[in-house]
């Protein structure tokens, strides 16, 4: 049997009883067998499915569809080779998958910072803005994630947050004419990052004042941060181009912390989103056993509707 007729017959019953304590959902895995496409745009990224697709990019895209998702996730897509971007480009749209974010990674994204205004870190972003559009030619890709690096502690934040500002500037003009969208990213993964709740990236991104610089909401890093992560979505929403989903603690896959992602989602659905809703957390359980148990658990999100 072919690997992708095989993995359309996949039954992802035993994951969604475990998930469900063994209890009332084997109906539930009946109805909703894989290939059935989600009601919102999830993107995996490569290696989430490795158990069960192995280590070549065109099987794990592959993989991917066959289970429904739409859209491929690769924060290291500008350090692969130009050879393996093209390849990606042709599969998703031999596939009809959408290319969802990769990194703007100019080198040590923690420590460059933009908020010190020097002109080397400025300097980098643009040249680095540049391979980015290139780099977004070749897979289709519509948004790129920006970091602003950590904080400049001897300047003042208004200081430090014009000298972002201007920065972004920068990178929107390179990305403009490709309509290349940055989406900048608050993260909670240290204290010492410049950028970490949406309210302040709100604000750089109406000061920025470009199409090209908007907000990556990442549920896992605002619940962390500042949590009611519905409110603060609806407050934020006109400049959010992009969503990013991990259940805290742990930043695993919807249901294994405490984040309500049926909520969410009916939320986000709600509002109607139909942009990419990145899957930028880990596996819960590891190996094939762990890959179905994920599938299973956005199965189990997305029955909002």
């Given at each position: ?111 460059i910072s933009l908020a010190s205004g020097k002109q080397e870190f400025i300097d980098n972003f643009v040249a680095t803005c540049k391979k980015s559009v290139e780099a977004s030619k070749r897979v289709n890709a519509k948004w790129a994630t920006v970091v602003p690096g950590f904080f400049e ?153």
């Amino acid at each position: 049997m072919k690997r992708r007729n095989f993995v359309r017959n996949i039954s992802l019953g035993s994951a969604v009883a475990a998930l469900a304590g063994g209890t009332s959902l084997s109906s539930f895995a009946k109805s909703n067998a894989a290939g059935k496409p989600f009601n919102l745009d999830y993107a995996p990224h490569f290696g989430m499915f490795k158990a069960h697709a192995g280590d070549g990019l065109v099987s794990q895209l592959e993989f991917m569809a066959d289970q429904g998702f739409r859209s491929l996730e690769d924060n290291g897509l500008l350090g692969r080779p130009v050879e393996d971007q093209n390849l990606i480009g042709k599969t998703l749209e031999r596939l009809n998958m959408r290319m969802g974010v990769f990194v703007v990674d100019g080198g040590d994204n923690w420590k460059i910072s933009l908020a010190s205004g020097k002109q080397e870190f400025i300097d980098n972003f643009v040249a680095t803005c540049k391979k980015s559009v290139e780099a977004s030619k070749r897979v289709n890709a519509k948004w790129a994630t920006v970091v602003p690096g950590f904080f400049e502690r001897k300047l003042p934040m208004g200081i430090q947050t014009s000298h972002v500002i201007e920065a972004l500037k920068r990178g929107a003009e390179v990305m403009e004419p490709s309509g290349l969208v940055m989406v900048l990213e608050p993260l909670s993964d240290t204290p010492e990052l410049f950028l970490r709740f949406s309210d302040q990236t709100h604000a750089i991104c109406k000061a920025v004042d470009s199409p090209s610089c908007k907000i990556l909401y990442d549920a896992y890093h605002m619940q962390r941060n500042e949590g009611n992560l519905i409110a603060m979505m609806d407050a934020c929403w006109d400049e959010i181009a992009y969503i990013q989903i991990g259940d805290n603690p742990g930043r695993k896959e919807p249901g294994t912390g405490e984040i309500n992602y049926l909520n969410v989602f009916k939320h986000i659905d709600a509002k109607g989103f139909k942009g990419v809703c990145g899957m930028e957390h880990g596996n819960a359980i590891p190996g094939k056993e762990g890959e179905l148990a994920l599938i299973a658990a956005y199965r189990k999100a997305d029955m909002f509707k």
